[in-house]
């Protein structure tokens, strides 16, 4: 079945940059696009990024626009999360997801927390 | 910006009753609308796409319902692993907007 498992979490100072990985198994990487969703502790979901299946369009919403970046690595089945610029707003659980028909996401990872804090 | 907006935030019920929950949108965003259940821990759970479309696995007594700007989940009879956070997704242009969700418990 699909497997979606992210990892890279972890606490940063505010201003400083991270790096999320997925590693994604079980299905054909090429033909999905996908995307991050994170949430903040004790708050609701917020869509972050998603990368179409070709890799050749990427969006954002404006609250990371300029700040986040997402990629795939198709010969190794991962996609990829670059933050720079982290705020305190940014902590938060960040799951990868697979895109189904651009309209909603079935297979979720399990999540990896990246804490801003000094 | 599309703003799904969830009621109630909070529903409390017991095992064997009906659970109506509702996801109302800032303006009308045809019939794209997905739902998810996520527990403590958990990465969320796919359960309806397309308004009314159960994913795979999912009991039938889940259902969804509604269009333009109203939506609605619906769980017949509840049962003890249902008692969950249910978050309501929709896209518009290139974005992805969810609800704030609504926690049903005991």
């Known amino acids: 079945q699909v497997q979606l498992v992210e990892s890279g979490g972890g606490v940063v100072q505010p201003g400083g940059s991270l790096r999320l990985s997925c590693a994604a198994s079980?299905?054909?990487?090429?033909?999905?696009?996908f995307h991050w969703v994170r949430q903040a502790p004790g708050k609701g979901l917020e869509w972050v990024a998603f990368i179409t299946s070709d890799g050749s369009t990427q969006y954002y919403p404006d609250s990371v626009k300029g700040r986040f970046t997402i990629s795939r690595d198709d010969s190794k089945n991962m996609l990829y999360l670059q933050m720079n610029s982290l705020r305190a707003e940014d902590t938060a659980v960040y799951h990868c997801?697979?895109?189904?028909?651009?309209?909603?996401?079935?297979?979720w990872g399990q999540g990896t927390l990246v804490t801003v804090s000094s | 910006e599309l703003v799904l907006t969830q009621s109630p935030a909070t529903l409390s019920l017991s095992p064997g009753e009906r659970a109506t929950l509702s996801c109302r949108a800032s303006?009308?965003?045809?019939?794209?609308l997905a739902w998810y259940q996520q527990k403590p821990g958990q990465a969320p759970r796919l359960l309806i796409y397309?308004?009314?479309k159960r994913a795979p696995d999912i009991p039938a007594r889940f259902s969804g319902s509604g269009s333009g700007t109203d939506f609605t989940l619906t769980i017949s009879s509840l049962e003890p692993e249902d008692f969950a956070v249910y978050s309501c997704?929709?896209?518009?242009?290139?974005?992805?907007?969810f609800g704030q969700g609504t926690k049903v418990e005991v």
């Open positions: 079980g299905l054909t990487f090429t033909s999905h696009g």
């Open positions: 397309d308004t009314s």
């Open positions: 303006q009308s965003v045809g019939t794209y």
């Open positions: 997704l929709q896209r518009n242009s290139w974005s992805w907007t």
């Open positions: 997801s697979r895109d189904r028909a651009v309209s909603y996401f079935d297979s």
